[in-house]
């Protein structure tokens, strides 16, 4: 039988150029042989050589995307009318949550490579004092939001291959943080290639493989089932933002407003960046298109660009903080080749084999990996809206071990949160040129999770403390 099965699967590999796969196929034990059948079978060897193909030239469909200009977006509110108009979304957005329409989708499949990651990065503690993990974080202000709007929120959290166990035992070892509707969803994997297009044998018996990207989520959705079970309970609007951002609002009444205002397929949230040479991307408009443009694919000329005031023309940078059509993304799933989002390629460091099969740790990237980004989804839409976010009040993601975008730069951005929130509330909090107060201080997400929500519940509580070192409000 297995013989049966890998003479075809090998004959599909070698039509495609890949039979260096089953190269050690008679030296292998037969456990070691049906491994890698069972591994070789999830693969589409057709639809896989189209994919590497198409990556391949990326750099060329890069090129075809047209004349760049910066995308129109929502500013922060700055006056009375604007508040007049935020006052009116937040009310729209409010009612669509209290009529259950919202689901939260969290993708934390990531493999946390540049902090060199051992365990998911969901299940890292980030806050200031009470060290809550960045999941225990969510499911806060999910239950929060729950309470507030009297409704039952669907919480699916995307694993992949490599986070997948331990993420469940996480949640399960915590009661899922008291969150009932929780669904969690493994996302799919892809074979790493070499710039040839050849794919990378980890072992002898063993593709190397790797996660497919946040994007690999819309299909994971489809796959799942998950898509059709949001269909059916009536779920229009996807709440989608990933595990290493602590400030986001999982469930945003003002952003959810505007989206169904807008009548949008997609809205994102944007920050102003700082400089021109941030690593962000940036959201741009192309051949009438909203899209997102990756700092290093953005022309130099154009990332420096000012305007008459001095501010940076193309300044609009993602925070991977989306809402999603469910009705939209369905298309995603389909056998519609004009609804697939393109994979990109990135170097990567992939553990191998030589060409004696014994084993090679590389130093330096020897390897592609092939993944799809959530924004590809944004030229789909016939509708976008980019709305700004104040800096430091919705993002401050986790990346790194030190420097930007680590663990401190996102406790520092908490404590300066959550000290802003006190001192619009009258409370004088020492600070140092950078809004920062000498101690560290905590909000929990069950007490407010924005400065609004903050002010109306710290007026109406009673017995208000001091504010010192080590408070934590919950
Ligand atoms: P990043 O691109 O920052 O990747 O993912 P990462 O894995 O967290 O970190 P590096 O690049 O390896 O250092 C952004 C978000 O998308 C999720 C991550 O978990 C994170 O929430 N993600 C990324 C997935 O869910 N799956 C993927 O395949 C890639």
């Not at 990332?303 to 501010?311: I, K, T």
């Not at 990567?348 to 084993?359: A, H, N, R, W, Y």
């Not at 924004?375 to 030190?402: C, Q, V, W, Y």
Request: proline residues 5%; hydrophobic residues 40%; glycine residues 8%.
């Amino acid at each position: 039988m297995i013989d049966r099965q890998a003479k075809e699967l090998r004959l599909q590999f070698c039509k495609c150029g890949q039979e260096h796969v089953f190269k050690f196929w008679e030296i292998l034990s037969s456990d070691e042989q049906s491994k890698l059948i069972q591994q070789v079978k999830t693969i589409d060897m057709d639809y896989l050589s189209k994919i590497i193909d198409g990556a391949l030239h990326n750099a060329s469909r890069q090129k075809n995307i047209g004349p760049l200009a910066p995308a129109k977006f929502i500013k922060f509110p700055n006056s009375e009318v604007d508040w007049q108009k935020w006052k009116e979304a937040v009310a729209i957005g409010e009612q669509k949550i209290r009529d259950g329409k919202i689901a939260v989708f969290t993708v934390a499949g990531g493999e946390g490579t540049r902090m060199g990651c051992i365990v998911p990065k969901g299940t890292l503690q980030v806050t200031p004092i009470k060290k809550k993990s960045l999941f225990q974080v969510f499911a806060e202000k999910i239950k929060a939001s729950e309470r507030r709007y009297d409704v039952t929120i669907n919480w699916i959290v995307m694993t992949s291959e490599r986070t997948h166990n331990e993420t469940i035992e996480f949640f399960g070892k915590n009661n899922s943080f008291g969150i009932e509707n929780i669904h969690f969803l493994k996302q799919g994997q892809m074979p790493a290639i070499t710039a040839e297009g050849k794919i990378i044998m980890e072992t002898t018996s063993r593709i190397a493989m790797h996660p497919d990207g946040h994007g690999g989520s819309l299909k994971a959705l489809g796959r799942s089932g998950l898509l059709a079970m949001l269909e059916n309970l009536g779920i229009e609007i996807l709440s989608y933002f990933q595990v290493d951002n602590p400030l986001v609002r999982c469930v945003d009444p003002y952003f959810v407003g505007v989206h169904v205002k807008n009548q949008a397929q997609v809205s994102s949230r944007m920050v102003r960046k700082l400089y021109a040479e941030e690593k962000v991307g940036v959201f741009c408009e192309s051949n009438g298109r909203c899209r997102v443009i990756e700092y290093f694919d953005l022309p130099k000329e154009q990332a420096m660009l000012r305007n008459s005031e001095g501010s940076l023309v193309f300044c609009a940078g993602n925070t991977a903080i989306h809402l999603l059509d469910v009705p939209f993304i369905k298309r995603f799933n389909g056998k519609d080749i004009k609804s697939e989002i393109p994979y990109h390629i990135a170097q990567k460091t992939v553990p191998t084999i030589d060409s004696l099969g014994e084993p090679v740790s590389p130093k330096v990237p020897n390897g592609l990996k092939l993944e799809m980004f959530i924004f590809d989804i944004l030229p789909f839409a016939d509708r976008t809206t980019i709305l700004e976010s104040e800096r430091g009040a919705n993002f401050s993601p986790i990346k790194h071990l030190e420097g930007m975008d680590s663990l401190k730069t996102c406790h520092r951005d908490q404590v300066k949160l959550f000290a802003s929130w006190l001192r619009a509330a009258g409370i004088d909090i020492p600070m140092d040129a950078n809004g920062l107060p000498p101690f560290d201080i905590e909000i929990s997400p069950t007490f407010a999770d924005s400065k609004h929500d903050f002010l109306q519940k710290w007026e109406n509580l009673e017995g208000k403390p001091t504010i010192a070192a080590g408070q934590y409000i919950e």
